[in-house]
């Protein structure tokens, strides 16, 4: 897989597996291992590709730990522009939501 692709499908199999933590906290039947399988399936047919595949091309990124760092950093980098598109998304409705208040 290339670097972007893998980039993207790590992201929605990190974000998979908040997503089942968050379900077991609010459903004390639910288990966290069941949930990640269902989500990260979920992903892998979003994307179009196979559980071997993923595991085939991680396993290739881990093998090559300077490219692993590249994808982690981009990742990082990811998150940290949608923490910071979230607080202005929030600043901009602050005063939108005073005003409907009064």
Known sequence: M????MKNVLWDVMR???LANEIVKKDSLASVSAETKVLTQ???QIHKIAASDF???YNWYVQHPELMKLIFDSLYTQ???NKEDEY???????PFKK???K
């Open 2 to 5: 290339q670097p972007e692709k």
């Open 55 to 57: 595991d085939k091309s």
């Open 88 to 94: 202005q998304r929030k600043q901009l409705e602050r």
């Open 16 to 18: 998979a597996q908040f």
């Open 99 to 101: 005003n409907i208040n």
């Open 42 to 44: 979920k992903v892998f």
């Open 79 to 81: 998150k940290q522009r």
